[in-house]
């Protein structure tokens, strides 16, 4: 019988389904009953059994195993950058540089926080912050860069802490799909002056939700572990009080990080393997690359693995119908962010974000100039799932034999688009 997708009735790639995420087993029914019954379900006093003991694990894991490195946890990871700038004093009247292709919360933090986001493009290779396009949005006014390490990708960091050391800005890293990568030896987010990782529930390090901050500066880690307790001071004196709010993370999700954090070396060694494995098998598929990681990237890990399409090998179509019909295939994934300026959370009409009038012209997303994003996020951008790279080889086998048999059938894929245009 000649061969169909999926998606127009044929047998897909892959029938039996790949490892469910999150993964739990004995270990963290036993913690989280050990906390309920403690009766100590909450994050108060600040930090807690269960999140000291998370934080000193996590941040000495990501600092290579050595002492020196601060974590602050709380409850997501969009606060945790909201907290991040309030530490290093940046608020009204401040710019903060973002790229465009992230998600909402990389933009949200500096609003939260009173201060500017400048929105600027993406490198064509990783698609990380540009650092052309960095040095060029500098103004007086700018405090901070943040650059975002999406998927399997680390932003250039060499070329960051240069612009940032020369301008005297400060760095937040925004490490939410990071846990487990390093640069030059050095885990993320103890490159800049905070790196940001989120624990929600689809994320590789994950307690349901919750974020934590990390830091190698004790006096930014005492501020922000005020900023997240309501302001009460942290200093040994008990007089360094700040204008904090109530942003702790309870017991119940920090146990849960605890036995997570266990098993997190080995579940990112078998992603790093196979997401090498998937660099070498996509270039041997014409119309499809893995997103460049630098060469400086000394331990990889992903939240999901970004590839880039070409929609004129797919029959012109891009990675809306593509992802829909990879997904019949029984290979997992999602279309990604979508580009800063589309995103409804910045349409003031829509979002009735506040803008203050100063500020009307640099937050109209239509003055922002972001092409190689919006090309992205519209037409190439396809966020695999992490558990096809923890399958082995067949697991990636089989991703790719299902993006070859889509090329094999441009003419479904086109049927597929006009379908999903007509809503
Ligand atoms: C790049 C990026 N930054 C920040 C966040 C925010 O994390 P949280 O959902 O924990 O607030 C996310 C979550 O998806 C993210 O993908």
Redesign the pocket.
């Known amino acids: 019988m000649a061969e169909q997708l999926a998606i127009a009735g044929g047998s897909p790639v892959k029938s039996d389904a790949y490892p469910a995420w999150p993964y739990f087993d004995d270990k963290d029914e036993a913690i989280l009953l050990e906390v309920l019954r403690s009766g100590v379900w909450g994050g108060y006093p600040e930090p807690g059994k269960y999140n000291a003991r998370f934080c000193e694990t996590f941040a000495a894991y990501q600092n290579g195993g050595k002492a020196g490195a601060h974590g602050i946890l709380m409850v997501?990871?969009?606060?945790t950058?909201e907290v991040a700038l309030k530490a290093l004093g940046i608020g009204w009247g401040d710019e903060v540089i973002i790229p465009a292709l992230?998600?909402a919360?990389?933009g949200y933090a500096p609003i939260a926080a009173g201060a500017l986001p400048v929105v600027v493009d993406v490198e064509p290779e990783a698609w990380t912050i540009d650092p052309k396009a960095v040095e060029a949005a500098i103004t007086p006014r700018t405090k901070a860069i943040m650059p975002?390490h999406?998927g399997q990708v680390v932003s250039d960091m060499d070329a960051i802490v240069a612009i940032a050391r020369k301008h005297g800005l400060a760095i937040v890293e925004?490490c939410?799909?990071s846990q487990g990568k390093e640069w030059g030896g050095q885990g993320v987010g103890l490159i800049g002056d905070f790196g940001?990782f989120?624990?929600?529930s689809?994320?590789i390090l994950t307690a349901g939700?919750?974020?934590t901050l990390l830091t190698k500066d004790a006096t930014l880690a005492r501020r922000a572990h005020s900023l997240i307790d309501c302001g009460r001071a942290k200093d040994d004196a008990g007089k360094e009080f700040t204008f904090g709010a109530n942003f702790r993370l309870g017991e119940l999700h920090a146990a849960l990080l605890n036995t997570q954090m266990e098993r997190f070396e080995a579940q990112r060694a078998e992603r790093e393997t196979n997401g090498r494995y998937m660099e070498e098998q996509l270039t041997k598929v014409n119309g499809v690359r893995a997103l460049k990681v630098f060469d400086r990237v000394t331990r990889l890990s992903f939240y999901r693995f970004i590839i880039a399409i070409d929609p004129e090998a797919f029959g012109g179509v891009g990675n809306a119908a593509v992802c829909e019909a990879l997904d019949a295939e029984g290979i997992g994934c999602w279309v990604g962010?979508e580009s800063m300026s589309d995103y409804e959370l910045f349409q003031p009409h829509l979002s009735r974000m506040p803008v203050p009038m100063q500020y009307a012209k640099q937050m109209d997303p239509k003055s922002w100039h972001t092409p190689v994003a919006n090309r992205a996020a519209k037409l190439e951008q396809i966020y695999l799932d992490e558990n096809i790279f923890r399958s082995g080889k067949a697991g990636v086998d089989q991703a790719v034999e299902a993006l070859l048999k889509l090329q094999r059938h441009p003419d479904v894929l086109k049927k597929v688009a006009a379908a999903m245009a007509a809503g």
């Open positions: 997501n990871g969009t606060v950058m992230t998600f919360a990389t975002v999406c925004d939410a799909h940001s989120s624990h929600q689809s994320k939700e919750g974020g962010y």
